[in-house]
């Protein structure tokens, strides 16, 4: 009788190289630790090492632990056994490459880039003094300098900061009554068709009063941008905005308008921006092109008004209203928008000038049937757009 050939045990020089690359991971954005590690290298004492195969599926069970990682996961195992010496030398070029505004990288791949390069040695750290001293004169002036600063005139570093700034920014959750009510015993209202209920069920005596209170829900909140050739800086970095209020709360609906109207709800629904962006990047064909703000919307009042205008909603129309139809049909289309919503907020990046004048047929359109007009051009602004929203607006045009 021949008795199987035992596993494969790891080598103990591969023991090194998997904690190289679960750190790798974590600093991708994966939550994996030592334990994992550990668990990994028991894994692959058990599956042992006689195929490539093999080896990926005993990691990949072992460390990865959502669905939508898998795409980071492929890339690192792929860039890091290959050669993990090399892979930081390819991990740098990505990196370069992912600096090319008219190439666009795989979802994850500049997180996985700038998470290899950190596997290189970092330079000495200055003389403690100084370090105090740069700490103590720059940090509150930077900050505030980014703040006030135009999205538009702001370098990749600078864009970068603004965007982990914008993630901080919470949009109130003001939560508003609804025509529904659900039982409680310590309601305010008396519930006389469940009283009447539960004396049938006595013999018609009265044992207790049955009360309810009225449902509070937060009404859903849409943002209309424009992504025009004349919007494109801007649109890029309120798109983390508008993640980062889908990640916040619940009924909120994006869409994005150049020729076309595009519903981009579901995908930025995603945890991770990069993929959410890469989502974006296959469905809307028409970033930085022209502009049909009446088009638009108009589309969106017939096909999405009555599905996502309802309870009160609040809309935020983004866009500078430069139309390239002139205004035609801008007005009633609107008007109507205007009309089916609780509040109708429009930003608008050419307020940044001292001397604003709506000169464009677009915006002298737009402007008598919105309820907010605000400035969208730095981090100040959406700042104090979050502010606005926390306050209880008044009842405008009749409502």
Not at 110 to 127: N, Q, S
Not at 174 to 198: H, N
Not at 252 to 281: C, W, Y
Request: glycine fraction near 6%; charge should be positive.
């Amino acid at each position: 009788m021949q008795v199987p050939p035992a596993p494969l045990r790891p080598a103990a020089a591969l023991a090194p190289n998997i904690q190289a690359f679960v750190r790798l991971l974590r600093r991708a954005g994966l939550s994996v630790g030592p334990g994992d590690a550990l668990l990994a290298m028991e894994a692959l004492t058990i599956a042992g090492l006689d195929s490539r195969a093999g080896f990926r599926a005993a990691l990949k069970a072992t460390l990865l632990r959502k669905h939508e990682q898998n795409d980071i996961f492929d890339a690192a195992f792929e860039l890091f056994w290959r050669d993990p010496e090399r892979a930081r030398a390819g991990a740098a070029m990505a990196l370069m490459e992912a600096q090319k505004p008219e190439e666009r990288a795989k979802p994850g791949g500049r997180r996985l880039a700038e998470a290899m390069a950190g596997d290189r040695p970092k330079p000495p750290p200055p003389e403690e003094e100084e370090k105090r001293e740069l700490d103590a004169s720059m940090t509150v002036s930077e900050r505030e300098r980014l703040q006030q600063m135009d999205f538009e005139a702001m370098s990749a570093a600078e864009i970068s900061a603004a965007k982990q700034e914008i993630r901080k920014l919470v949009l109130p959750l003001d939560a508003r009554p609804t025509r529904r009510f659900r039982p409680d015993p310590l309601g305010p209202r008396v519930d006389v068709r469940a009283t009447i209920r539960a004396a049938t069920r006595t013999g018609g005596e009265i044992a207790t009063i049955a009360r309810r209170r009225q449902v509070e829900r937060t009404p859903p909140l849409v943002a209309i941008c424009d992504i025009s050739g004349s919007m494109a800086r801007y649109a890029q970095i309120l798109l983390h905005f508008m993640h980062a209020v889908t990640a916040d709360r619940d009924r909120v609906h994006s869409f994005l308008f150049g020729t076309r109207l595009s519903n981009i709800t579901r995908q930025l629904r995603h945890k991770d921006p990069e993929i959410a962006f890469e989502m974006i990047s296959h469905i809307v064909p028409d970033w930085s092109g022209g502009t049909r703000i009446g088009e638009a919307l108009e589309r969106f009042n017939q096909d999405w008004g009555r599905r996502v205008l309802g309870q009160g909603a609040v809309v935020l129309l983004i866009t500078d209203g430069l139309d390239r139809e002139g205004g035609r049909g801008l007005a009633e289309a609107t008007d109507r928008l205007q009309r089916s919503c609780r509040r109708l907020i429009w930003l608008n990046p050419l307020l940044r000038y001292a001397g604003f004048q709506p000169k464009s047929q677009g915006i002298r359109a737009m402007l008598p049937h919105v309820h907010d007009f605000r400035p969208v051009h730095n981090l100040a602004s959406l700042k104090a757009l979050v502010d606005a929203l926390s306050e209880t607006p008044k009842r405008e045009h009749g409502r």
